[in-house]
Every structure is written in structure tokens, then in C-alpha cells.
């Protein structure tokens, strides 16, 4: 235990030879010793001091406390017998206490980062393991005929018997890397992976810089965090679904490609595999495409311009966003003078130099018939979903769509790109002869009307969809009238919106109506409004009938009546319907004029969608997404996916039977007489347009749904065009 100089007043560890310290070190312990600081006499101590003390290698720490007091003392080991008191009280005591504050602080970081790593790894470490041995099983099953793969698909109908065959042209535009132009290399490390011939596949520290800006920009990218190794693993093998697994495989991924492959061969693979907008992948492709020239005959300028199309191909599609292509261009003979590839006179040449870009050339694998542009639609957007893309259809504003819409348009490219080269078995429920029956129809109801435009198309047009109600699947699609020697490049069965008229007045007021306590022999007002009534319309011919029943109000086609349940159920409830049946083409406008129950569309609604909605009223109110895909398999069989109809309750299954009853009358009593098929139960609905511009028919029986369009592509009127003239007759043949 120490002993206590008197004398002194400070405290002294036991057993040392030194000197006890002098006045100027004296344990002040009261105003009154502040007074007498050369008094030699003992401190008066009112009450025993309590004395702790401890020791720590070459540090004793003794600690003096009376009632409210407390005064510390360090005294550090010089040698064998002398001693050093440390600093002021104040400050030996704060360091003492501070020390002690920063081991616990550590020692419960220590701890909880221990225990976050051994959470972790129990409920992420088995996964990470795993995908990185799937990453490494698929480099290692990989070899250079992987990177330039290019096989046949084939498309089966119904059947199981082939009905088309989808071959691509990669093998053509393949470049050894001796044959890639030295400028495209530059380019494209220069402004996608400086860092190439550095890192082992990931650059660590660019990931690291892509989240610090992530995070400084408030969550807008605006650096990348992938090398062009990383990018060619995603391209190549996976999809484009955000999820930490799909970036963790894409790390082990890249980093495998880096160990089997040379820089060479991976900058070979990744020029001839990356995605240059319009159908283009690979840089000679592109080069041909956009510049008619092979791609050693690039220039330094036409080289740093197709370099920029790939970070983002349809905001740099040079075709329709010129100005972006060329800014980005710029950007990257930038980054290439600055990173000292070209010197000062080549960079001033190049972004002087003029940018003329060709027009598209006709496809040499043009679809040649309408099955073969639906399937490849259909097909798509099934790889589009087993890659994780979400489909959207309802929008908050404008710029939300149009952020959506140039997503699906890079992702709709990069999957329809498989069609031609992965060497898929297309299996459809396509049936060859409910096809043929309905393009005949089509073709013979129209023969009468021959006039072409400039390209050779005839003007009258129509277009139909026939779906199984057993399956909901798509069975015959018709997109025009079929022409020799004419590739089809428009399917207007699904890709040109039409009003539909009166043909959407069971889907859009009447089933809700149903639905909403109404019945067919509900009384409706037929009669004429007034002209104080702001969403004022009139009837067909001007009939009006009076106080009639909702079932008479649909048989004669009433808009009267019609615009009057509209008003009382509310454009937002309706619509919501047609929302739930995927009709992508509806408008802000659509929801602000009441004109849209009768037909009035911004853009309108096509014959597939509308074959949809006929089909959901016979399926008891379940809306079920057309398409013509029943599986995808590889080459070898094994099944890629598989369409399982994605099923939705629109209508109550009471409003949906009680809607069909009502369209049963319509061909028996109402605008739709005729198209009764003979023993057969028939219901349906006739849709004109004003001034005779459109015309349509959408009927089932308890094994088909189908409904047809009939009008100009450029719409005006067409003599003697109404629902049950031409549309009836072709839904009945």
C-alpha cells in the first residue's frame, strides 16, 4: 500500500526510494490549501480519505475520494526507482476515464460485428456458396462456341408439328479479336472498365466509388459499378433481375471468366456479343448496319460513337436519339485524351469530324406471316417474365411511364434477340386450321375492296383473334388481309388500337353494372337528354324508347342509357375493370370524357384485348392473359419455362353469367341477329364507330371467343361499315 507524505500531502507508491514530490505537486483539498501552498505542516483531514488503487504494467493509479471529492494520480515507472507523476489531476483523470470508455466501445463493436458476421453467414453464407458454385460450373462448362452461339428455334403448333422456324445471323458479324478495330478497344475501355488490365474481373474499388456517388446523389446512378467482364457474364448467362444473388453470381461469375479467359478473349467475346439498339449485337453488326462499312474501316469518331450505344441503347439509339449518341461520343474521346490513347490533333479531328448515320435496312428475317410476328411477341414476353421483368399497365404520371416504357424496350430487344439464338423448342396452341379459316374469312368478306397505297397494301383492312375458352389460350390470330409476296410487318390483332364503339359497353358499364346491384330487367331511361346535360349524347338513328329494361337498353345498343348508368357508377369504377383486363392503351383523357362509354377512345383497344375481355365474361368473370406460348424448352429438351396462365377475378361470377344471358339476346333480338350459330349457344356485341370508321363483332359459344375489326389504317369512312355488316359476317364464316 503507498504511503501519505505528510509534508507533502501527495501520495507516494509503497516501497519507493525517491523523493517525495514538492509543493508544486501538492493534493490541493480545499480553498484553504490553495492559501497556504508553502505551509510544511500536515493537511487538517476532517474525514478519513478513501484510497484506491491499481496498477497496470508500469502505471500506478491511485484514486483519493471524500464525500464529494475525488482526486486521481498516475505516477509512471522511470527506471528501477524513480517515479513520474503524469499531467494535471484533471486531465490524468479525464485520460484515465477516456481510455477506459474507448476499450468498452471497441469491445461492444467487437462483439456486435462478431455476431452480425455469424448471423450472416447462417442466413447467407450457404446461398453465396452456392451461387458461386454455380457460377463456376457454368464458366467451366463454357467454351468459345458459347460467346457465338447461333441456333435455330422452332415453333410447334397445337399439334405438336412445326410450324416455323427462327434462324439468326451471329455467325456472320463474328470478330476474332485480331480483327477488332484498335480504336473500338480504346473506346470502349476508355468509358466502360479503365481499370480492364488491372482488376481480376470486379473492380472492388469502382463498386465502392458507384455506391458513394449512389448514396452523395440521393439514389441516382450516375457511375457504374460493372467492368466490361461482369457485363459480358450478365449478357451471356443471367438476367436482368435486381437481387443481390443475381450481382453476387455476376461477381463470382466474372471472376472465373477472368481464370479461363485471356483480356483478349474476353474483350472479343464482349464486342461481338453487346447489344448496339435496333436488332444490332456485336460491333460489326452494328457497324453495317448504321455505316454500311465493316468495322475495320471505322473511323476513330464512328468508333467512339457506337461505343456509347450500349451503356444505354435507347436513350443512345442513333436513330431516333442522335444528340445523346453524339454528347456521349464526345464524352468518350474525352476520356481517351485524357487517358492518354490518342494525342491532342486525333481528338480534335474525331469530334470534329460529322456523324451521318444510314436508315434502316429491310430485315433479311422479315416475318411472312402473322402466327410468325404474334409467337415471337408472345414468346418475348414469357422470357421477358422468366427474367424477372414486371409488367406494368397503370401509371402515376408521365414520367413514369416513359421511364417504364424505355425499359421494356431494352429488355423486350435483349430477349427477343434469344428467339434467334438460343435454339429454343417454341411449343404454341396455335391450331393451322382455325387459322386458316379465319384469314380466309377475312380475306373473302373483303375481296370486294381493292385499292392499295404506295406500298402495295391494301387500305381496307381488318384484323382478328380467336382464344379457346377452354385453355384462354390464343388459337388463330389474324393481323390483316394476306397478300403474296408482302412481308407482314404490322399485326394489327394486337399492335394497332382501334375505338371499339359499342363493343365495349358490356365490359366497361354494363358487367360493372351487374356487379353493382343492377339486373337485366333492371328499368333504364332511354329517353332523350337534355341539352343543359353536360355529357349530352344521342342515339343511333335517334331512336329512343322510353323507360326500357338494362337487358332492351343493350339489345338496341342504347347510348342514351348507357352514358346515364356511366354518370351514376363513375369513369374511375368502370375503368378499373378494364385496368384488371390489362388494356394498355387507356389515357388520362379517357378518364376525363365521359365519351369513352360509348366507345369515344383516346387511342382505343385492340382486337386481342378485346377477345380477352369477351372471354372473361364466358370464363365466369376469371380474366385470363392472352397468349399463344403453352412452353419453351431447350434443344435438348430440358423446359426453360412454362406458361401457366396467369388467372384474375374481374367480375363476380353472378354479374359475369347474368352479362352473358344479356349478350345472348343481343343475336337473337338485338344488333347482333345473324351471328347465331345453328344449335349452338351464341352471345355477342356490335361496335360502330361515328361516321362508319370502325366496325366490330366480339361473340363466343362455349368453345371459342373471337372478335374482329374492320376499317381503314388511316381511319375515315367506310360506306356501309357497321358491326353487323362485315365484322358479323366474318365472325359468322
Not at 482526486?71 to 489531476?89: A, L, N
Not at 475501355?189 to 466509388?209: A, M, Q
Not at 392499295?452 to 393481323?479: L, R
Request: proline share 3%; charged share 25%.
Amino acid at each position: 500500500t503507498p504511503t501519505l507524505d505528510t509534508a507533502s500531502k501527495t501520495p507516494s507508491p509503497a516501497g519507493t526510494t525517491s523523493p517525495a514530490p514538492n509543493n508544486s505537486q501538492t493534493v490541493k483539498a480545499g480553498q484553504s490549501a490553495k492559501n497556504n501552498r508553502n505551509t510544511q505542516s500536515a493537511v487538517k483531514i476532517k474525514k478519513p480519505w478513501k484510497i484506491k488503487v491499481s496498477r497496470k504494467k508500469k502505471k500506478v493509479i491511485l484514486q483519493f475520494s471524500r464525500s464529494k471529492q475525488t482526486k486521481t494520480f498516475i505516477y509512471v515507472k522511470k527506471g528501477k526507482s524513480k517515479w513520474k507523476k503524469m499531467g494535471s489531476t484533471a486531465k490524468c483523470r479525464y485520460e484515465f476515464k477516456k481510455k477506459h470508455k474507448k476499450k468498452k466501445v471497441l469491445l461492444k463493436v467487437s462483439v456486435v460485428f462478431l455476431l452480425l458476421v455469424v448471423i450472416g453467414w447462417f442466413t447467407f453464407g450457404a446461398k453465396v456458396m452456392k451461387l458461386r458454385s454455380e457460377a463456376k460450373k457454368l464458366v467451366a462448362q463454357s467454351s468459345e462456341e458459347t460467346f457465338k452461339a447461333s441456333q435455330t428455334s422452332i415453333v410447334y403448333d397445337t399439334n405438336g408439328k412445326q410450324l416455323l422456324k427462327f434462324k439468326g445471323e451471329k455467325d456472320v458479324y463474328y470478330l476474332k479479336y485480331k480483327e477488332l478495330p484498335v480504336y473500338v478497344i480504346a473506346a470502349v475501355i476508355s468509358v466502360e472498365d479503365k481499370n480492364f488490365y488491372k482488376h481480376s474481373g470486379v473492380d472492388y474499388k469502382g463498386i465502392s466509388r458507384a455506391a458513394v456517388s449512389y448514396v452523395v446523389h440521393k439514389g441516382r446512378i450516375t457511375q457504374g459499378g460493372s467492368t466490361l467482364t461482369q457485363q459480358l457474364a450478365k449478357t451471356v448467362f443471367l438476367n436482368r433481375q435486381k437481387t443481390w444473388k443475381r450481382k453476387v453470381k455476376e461477381i463470382f461469375m466474372a471472376v472465373e471468366l477472368e481464370r479461363k479467359y485471356s483480356k483478349e478473349q474476353i474483350l472479343e467475346f464482349y464486342l461481338n456479343n453487346v447489344y448496339y439498339a435496333n436488332g444490332y449485337y456485336g460491333i460489326q453488326a452494328a457497324s453495317q448496319g448504321y455505316f454500311r462499312k465493316d468495322a475495320k474501316n471505322l473511323t476513330m469518331s464512328e468508333a467512339a460513337f457506337l461505343s456509347a450505344i450500349p451503356n444505354n441503347p435507347t436513350i443512345y439509339d442513333p436513330r431516333t436519339n442522335k444528340e445523346n449518341t453524339i454528347k456521349r461520343r464526345n464524352k468518350i474521346l474525352k476520356d481517351m485524351y485524357e487517358q492518354k490513347l490518342i494525342r491532342k490533333d486525333q481528338y480534335e479531328e474525331a469530334i470534329n469530324e460529322e456523324i451521318n448515320v444510314k436508315s434502316a435496312q429491310k430485315s433479311k428475317t422479315e416475318k411472312k406471316n402473322y402466327v410468325e410476328t404474334y409467337v415471337i411477341h408472345c414468346a418475348t414476353k414469357e422470357i421477358m417474365k422468366q427474367k424477372g421483368f414486371e409488367f406494368k399497365y397503370d401509371f402515376s404520371s408521365t414520367s413514369e411511364k416513359k421511364k417504364y416504357q424505355e425499359e421494356y424496350d431494352k429488355m423486350y430487344a435483349e430477349c427477343k434477340r434469344t428467339l434467334y439464338s438460343a435454339g429454343y423448342h417454341i411449343y404454341t396452341s396455335i391450331d393451322p386450321d382455325v387459322q386458316k379459316q379465319l384469314q380466309s374469312s377475312v380475306d373473302n368478306a373483303l375481296s370486294g375492296y381493292t385499292e392499295k397505297d404506295k406500298n402495295g397494301i391494301y387500305k381496307t383492312q381488318a384484323s382478328g383473334t380467336c382464344i379457346d375458352n377452354d385453355t384462354g389460350k390464343v388459337v388463330a390470330i389474324v393481323g390483316g388481309r394476306e397478300q403474296k409476296n408482302i412481308g407482314y410487318t404490322l399485326n394489327r390483332a394486337f399492335q394497332s388500337p382501334r375505338q371499339p364503339g359499342s363493343a365495349i359497353k358490356p365490359l366497361l358499364v354494363y358487367a360493372p353494372a351487374l356487379e353493382h346491384g343492377w339486373s337485366a330487367g333492371s328499368t333504364v331511361n332511354d329517353s332523350p337528354m337534355s341539352t343543359k346535360d353536360k355529357n349530352r349524347v344521342r342515339n343511333s338513328h335517334g331512336s329512343y324508347s322510353g323507360q326500357i329494361s338494362l337487358r332492351r337498353a343493350v339489345q338496341k345498343s342504347s347510348n342514351v342509357a348507357t352514358m346515364r348508368i356511366y354518370e351514376q357508377l363513375t369513369p374511375k369504377t368502370c375503368l378499373k375493370y378494364l385496368e384488371e383486363m390489362n388494356f394498355k392503351y387507356l389515357t388520362d383523357s379517357d378518364y376525363k370524357y365521359y365519351t369513352t362509354c360509348i366507345g369515344g377512345f383516346t387511342k382505343g383497344t385492340t382486337s386481342e384485348e378485346m377477345a380477352a375481355g369477351y372471354a372473361t365474361l364466358k370464363n365466369d368473370g376469371v380474366y385470363r392473359e392472352p397468349t399463344c406460348i403453352s412452353k419453351i424448352t431447350t434443344s435438348d429438351g430440358d423446359e426453360v419455362m412454362s406458361s401457366s396462365t396467369k388467372k384474375r377475378r374481374v367480375y363476380s361470377t353472378n354479374a359475369a353469367n347474368a352479362m352473358t344471358d344479356v349478350l345472348k339476346s343481343v343475336v337473337t333480338g338485338g344488333t347482333g341477329v345473324g351471328a347465331k350459330v345453328p344449335n349452338v349457344d351464341t352471345a355477342g356485341k356490335t361496335g360502330t364507330t361515328s361516321l362508319n370508321k370502325d366496325g366490330w363483332f366480339c361473340g363466343f359459344t362455349p368453345y371459342y371467343t373471337t372478335t374482329v375489326w374492320v376499317g381503314y389504317d388511316s381511319p375515315r369512312t367506310l360506306e356501309d361499315l357497321y358491326g353487323s355488316t362485315y365484322p358479323l359476317t366474318i365472325w359468322e364464316n
